[in-house]
């Protein structure tokens, strides 16, 4: 059976959805989740409006504003929905993490 599509977030989907809490344009998506994460995650432009389009037309972000070129964003219920569900499936996968090796434990 296929995987549904935003069953499970990469890491760039789920910044970029957190990042739509407040209204935000590409640009500064592609500032915020650097600065986010301390660098650790970074998303390319193609990645990113790619991202905003599927986003769009799955109903997880609407568009709130076109100036020029410059579209702007912002989270759906749906999107907001969505964001909570992947993150408690990362949470329990730290809490599995952490039955297994223990807490503070690394490999």
């Not at 957190?18 to 390319?44: F, H, K, N, Q, S």
């Amino acid at each position: 059976m296929p995987r549904l599509k935003f069953q499970t977030l990469t890491e760039q989907m789920f910044y970029t959805l957190l990042c739509l809490e407040d209204e935000r344009c590409g640009m500064d998506i592609l500032d915020r989740v650097p600065a986010l994460t301390g660098g650790r995650v970074r998303i390319g432009s193609g990645t990113l409006y790619t991202l905003l389009e599927q986003f769009t037309e799955a109903g997880l972000i609407r568009e709130t504003k076109i100036e020029g070129r410059r579209r702007s964003y912002i989270l759906t219920e749906a999107g907001r929905k969505r964001l909570e569900e992947e993150y408690r499936r990362v949470c329990a996968q730290a809490a599995d993490y952490r039955a297994v090796f223990g807490e503070g434990e690394s490999t």
